[in-house]
């Protein structure tokens, strides 16, 4: 997870770069823009939390069945409603912008990187979604690997040659945003219907003082079980292995003295990747 936002927040810094040989008018139209974008984001990120959770859950328990209806679900919801917002953002762009800024310059500007957002909003609404089905079922390498082709492979190259080597308008480097969205939905879909995710293995950390199990997507962390144990994160369990290699268990005082860094509860329900700045 950690990787997968390096590689996005670099490459959304490079990007910014790049629009910014285009003047300070493109530059605020492009910030502006991300603004009134971020109003789309809210359903996103909901939709993918509760997709990480659900999906998560229900492979945690085997019913992968279950698990595909949840994110076929979130999968509709998720691009219903940021569809909406997208012929907002392509109809009506002059009075969003209006209500940030009187520039004409800069609405003018504005207008197009609207009409631009709004056609990537079901491509990142499907990325989303099915990257957070993916994380909860512990695909997290596959997301970072699709992360960096999308932007590394895609977004910055385009925007680079149409910038720097072929000085074409800032409109065409807008442009790349669609590659690299439409790429990395591709990769997504691809990644979820071929069904490896299901094939990945869990930690498994059982209690020593009671029978419960408990299934953990990273080596970090602690659980607070019913026996009132906290049973520590620390071992990896071989896929040939019925039990745990090793288990270790403290109380609350050591887990609070930095014997943990994360709880696991966070890491279930890991957040999807802050795509601010698209």
């Not at 500007?109 to 979604?129: E, H, N, R, S």
């Not at 960096?148 to 720097?164: D, E, H, N, T």
Request: hydrophobic share 50%; proline share 3%.
């Amino acid at each position: 997870v950690s990787g997968e936002r390096i590689v996005q927040q670099a490459g959304i810094l490079l990007y910014t770069k790049i629009v910014l040989i285009y003047g300070t008018v493109s530059y605020a139209a492009h910030q502006v823009g991300l603004s009134i974008e971020s109003l789309s984001f809210l359903p996103g990120y909901g939709f993918a939390i509760a997709a990480a959770t659900m999906v998560g859950q229900s492979i945690g328990a085997g019913k992968y069945t279950r698990a595909k209806l949840e994110n076929w679900e979130a999968n509709r919801l998720a691009t219903f409603i940021m569809s909406a917002m997208g012929i907002v953002f392509f109809f009506f762009p002059y009075a969003l912008l209006r209500a940030f800024t009187s520039d004409e310059a800069v609405i003018e500007l504005g207008t197009t990187f609207l009409k631009i957002v709004a056609l990537l909003q079901v491509p990142l609404a499907l990325t989303m979604v099915l990257a957070g089905s993916l994380r909860g079922a512990g695909d997290t390498r596959f997301i970072m690997i699709a992360t960096m082709i999308g932007m590394w492979g895609v977004r910055i190259p385009i925007a680079f040659v149409a910038g720097y080597w072929l000085t074409m308008g800032v409109f065409y480097v807008w442009l790349a945003m669609i590659a690299d969205w439409t790429l990395r939905m591709a990769l997504m879909l691809w990644r979820y219907r071929s069904e490896r995710w299901k094939s990945i293995r869990l930690l498994r950390v059982s209690c020593i003082h009671c029978d419960l199990l408990v299934e953990v997507e990273e080596c970090l962390g602690f659980d607070v079980h019913g026996c009132g144990r906290v049973v520590l994160i620390g071992v990896q369990v071989d896929a040939r292995e019925e039990e745990p290699r090793e288990r270790i268990t403290g109380n609350l005082s050591e887990a609070a003295s930095g014997m943990v860094q994360h709880p696991v509860e966070m890491l279930r329900r890991a957040i999807v990747p802050s795509v601010a700045g698209v």
